[in-house]
């Protein structure tokens, strides 16, 4: 028996099946918290903004277009969040020292990854929260500039500046010469 | 003249027209190539960042708690269906002496009970007074048919399995 697809466990939720959404969090909740991970580089409040985030998602389920898929929409949401949560709570909290582990490598080569993903990680943490929102939504969910401007709803000449002086701040960063 | 920081941007993410024009610029000019190259580089930074994963099941918040009847165990269901079974032919076996037993039961009037507590009460306290207890034998209380033996044991029989029955169910609740 093929597993139920997204729209079928929605539409399910919609009706009140508890279990169904259960399975579409299971489904969606690593990518979501990577969403938030990767913006406010802290795993506790990654974990609270993911959880509020699917919180939302079920509130709004009856809104929800069915013919769109719904990864990036919930994915949207959670980026809308945390950006909210950033702005509103200052100064941040402390961030995250963790490292990133591929166990397909060599534990030299671990360590390097590990470095280097948490120089990137760091360097995105760096940025304004702007700035960080609109990289998480050109680079990891793939939205077009125009698509950007509507999802936060700002000019999309201002989607384009922060996207510009993001990477420019991160290049710096992550390629200054030593 | 070199390409804008935004002619490449654009061109690397797809956002231009004039893919070719910069195309064109960048196989004759060595310094946009290699900010072309730098920002790639950057890209490939980016895409390079493994997920991460969750300490928590946040999922589990949202799906039901499992009912406790679909998760007792089949033995436990066959207790509780015995305990009903045994509950119903107890009922049934305690039917007639109910029947028997409600008839000869001489129920003595309100007023009579009254009496006999005032002289109990009045025996006590005199039997206080005197520092000694009374030796009073109670004459009008009702008497039951003696055959209750087999009544007893039912009930006996039902309690003892209601009681083990419940507590393997709040037992199991309580896991």
Known sequence: MNAPTDRDLILRARRGDPEAYGDLVSRHQTSVFNVCYRILHNRADAEDLAQETFIRALDRLHTFDLEREFSPWIRRVAANLCLNHIEAQKPSAPLDEERDEDKTQSPGEQVEVKERSEQIRSALASLPPQYRVVVELRHYQELSYDEIASELNIPLSDVKSHLFRARKLLAEKLHAPD | ?175
């Open chain 2, 1 to 175: 003249m070199h390409l804008t920081d935004e002619q490449l941007n654009e061109y690397l993410d797809n956002e231009t027209a004039q893919r070719a024009e910069i195309e064109t610029h960048l196989d004759s000019c060595d310094e946009c190539a290699a900010r072309l190259s730098t920002l790639q580089a950057l890209f490939a930074d980016l895409d390079s960042l493994p997920e991460v994963e969750l300490s928590r099941d946040i999922a589990a918040r949202f799906s039901p708690r499992p009912s406790l009847t679909p998760s007792l165990p089949r033995w436990l269901t066959l207790t509780a269906s015995l305990q009903a079974a045994a509950a119903l032919v107890a009922l049934i076996v305690a039917i007639p002496f109910f029947s028997i037993m409600i008839p000869q039961i001489e129920t003595p009037s309100f007023t009579t009970w009254l009496f006999e507590i005032q002289s109990i009460w009045i025996s006590w306290l005199d039997a206080l007074s005197n520092y000694q207890l009374p030796n009073y034998q109670f004459t009008n209380l009702p008497t039951y048919p003696v055959e209750l033996s087999t009544l007893f044991i039912a009930l006996a029989i039902v309690s003892i399995f209601w009681i083990f029955g419940n507590g393997l169910l709040l037992r199991n609740q309580n896991r």
